[in-house]
């Protein structure tokens, strides 16, 4: 089966570029999406599409899939930006994601 | 605007069953896929199951093939995951979400808990 590998964790000081990997066989090929999960809440699609953003996500979130890896990157992170970071793709009909990212803004 | 709920969660003994809910509202219900993703606590997402607009496909995690099975009634606007011969590892919060096939709206999500 498919799978996607990411950081147990990234730690980024306030302001710096925080950048989560995921990797996986010909990711490249496929379409990624991230999600931010902070605790207790749902997750929030971030990017899909490899490289685009929602309505209402900052632009200082961006994404890119080339080769194996996708990147997740956050430019002048913020404290809000603390929080889980999951990448997802499809495999033909199934859905797999990442097992997360713990990014700690310190 | 978008809304997901979802319901049904609970306390359950190992090897009984559950039938999860997830009501929709603020779209065309009808022209979307849907998914169930399942979160253990303190663990990562785990997709459970996705089901096609029109109900006619379904896909499934091998680790839940042959005990859950997810359905959807358009007229109602409502998706559900029956779950069945339910084991201690089947803990977790259930969230359902839309498919466009990015996961663009999530519910709240509705925890089973699998106890004796």
């Known amino acids: 089966s498919y799978e996607l590998t990411q950081p147990p964790s990234v730690s980024v000081s306030p302001g710096q570029t925080a950048s989560i990997t995921c990797s996986g066989d010909?990711?490249?090929?496929?379409?990624a999406c991230w999600y931010q999960q902070k605790p207790g809440q749902s997750p929030v699609l971030v990017i899909y599409?490899?490289?685009k953003r929602p309505s209402g996500i900052p632009e200082r979130f961006s994404g890119s899939n080339s080769g194996n890896t996708a990147t997740l990157t956050i430019s002048g992170t913020q404290a809000m930006d603390e929080a889980d970071y999951y990448c997802q793709a499809w495999d033909s009909s199934t859905v797999v994601f990442g097992g997360g990212t713990k990014l700690t803004v310190l | 605007q978008v809304q997901l709920v979802e319901s049904g969660g609970g306390v359950v003994q190992p090897g009984r069953s559950l039938r999860l809910s997830c009501a929709a509202s603020?779209?065309?219900?009808?022209?979307?896929?849907l998914l169930w993703v399942r979160q253990a606590p303190g663990k990562g997402l785990e997709w459970v199951a996705l089901i096609s607009y029109d109900g006619s496909n379904k896909y499934y995690a091998d680790s839940v093939k042959g005990r859950f099975t997810i359905s959807r009634d358009n007229s109602r606007n409502t998706l559900f995951l029956q779950v069945n011969s339910l084991r201690a590892d089947d803990t977790a919060v259930y969230y359902c979400a839309r498919s466009l096939p990015s996961f663009d709206s999530w519910g709240q999500g509705t925890l089973v808990t699998v106890s004796s």
């Open positions: 599409q490899d490289t």
């Open positions: 603020g779209f065309t219900f009808s022209s979307y896929a």
């Open positions: 010909k990711l490249g090929e496929k379409y």
